[in-house]
């Protein structure tokens, strides 16, 4: 099986950073694509920022130049700086990995328990 698990969040004042981590264990062929989400109180969930296994990267328009998706293939590990942080940035937030987990398997989605990003003014 494979487990992710994030860490990183907590409270910040605006115009501070965090960089969020997401560590995946397990049987793990490769780790293709992943994105990072976030909920926000009464808010439905959003995808932040998305990288292809090929390096291609996107994020949305609220955050682009101040967040920043990257991973470490050696850890299995992917990170989301965020920079400048705004109030309207506090959500929880979720990694999603699409991890093949043996040569010869589909690869799946894969989901983290989420960590609290806290923003105050």
């Known amino acids: 099986q494979v487990q992710l698990v994030e860490s990183g969040g907590g409270l910040v004042q605006a115009g501070g950073s965090l960089r969020l981590s997401c560590a995946a264990s397990g049987s793990i062929f490769r780790l293709n694509a992943m994105g990072w989400y976030r909920q926000g109180p009464g808010k439905q969930r959003e995808v932040v920022a998305a990288?292809?296994?090929?390096?291609?990267?996107n994020y949305a328009d609220s955050v682009k130049g101040r967040f920043s998706i990257s991973r470490d293939n050696a850890k299995n590990t992917v990170y989301l700086q965020m920079n400048s942080l705004k109030p309207e940035d506090t959500a929880g937030y979720y990694c999603q990995l699409v991890i093949r987990q043996y040569y010869n398997s589909a690869p799946r989605d894969y989901w983290g328990q989420g960590t609290q990003v806290t923003v105050s003014s």
């Open positions: 990288a292809t296994s090929g390096g291609t990267t």
